[in-house]
């Protein structure tokens, strides 16, 4: 009878579809939260670690003897370049 297959099957299994639902919507709210949280401390360590190799690399190259004007040459044509 379609009456007892709708109650005793599609009922009970659209109940489950909407609990799984609600507790993927949960866990993704959860890593967006964390992912907010931890986001801006990362980039600050990404651009720390970026400044920290750039001007590690600067130094090597003054210490192999890059002449002033070469260094003001390279270091312009990164900038403008982006």
Same mark, same amino acid.
Request: hydrophobic content about 40%.
């Given at each position: 009878? #379609? @009456? =007892?297959? &709708?109650?005793? @099957?599609?009922? !009970?299994?659209?109940? *489950?579809? *909407?609990?799984?639902?609600?507790?993927?919507?949960?866990? =993704? @709210?959860?890593?967006?939260? /964390?992912?907010?949280?931890?986001? !801006?401390?990362?980039?600050?360590?990404?651009?720390?670690?970026f400044? /920290?190799?750039?001007?590690?690399? =600067?130094? &090597?190259? #003054?210490?192999?003897?890059?002449?002033?004007?070469?260094?003001?040459?390279?270091l312009?044509?990164? #900038?403008? /370049?982006?």
């Open positions: 009878d #379609i @009456t =007892v297959l &709708h109650t005793d @099957t599609f009922v !009970p299994l659209v109940a *489950k579809l *909407k609990e799984r639902r609600k507790a993927g919507l949960t866990r =993704v @709210t959860l890593a967006t939260k /964390s992912a907010e949280t931890s986001m !801006p401390s990362r980039v600050d360590a990404l651009l720390d670690q400044l /920290s190799d750039t001007r590690a690399a =600067v130094y &090597h190259r #003054i210490d192999e003897g890059i002449s002033n004007d070469k260094f003001r040459m390279v312009e044509a990164q #900038i403008e /370049s982006g």
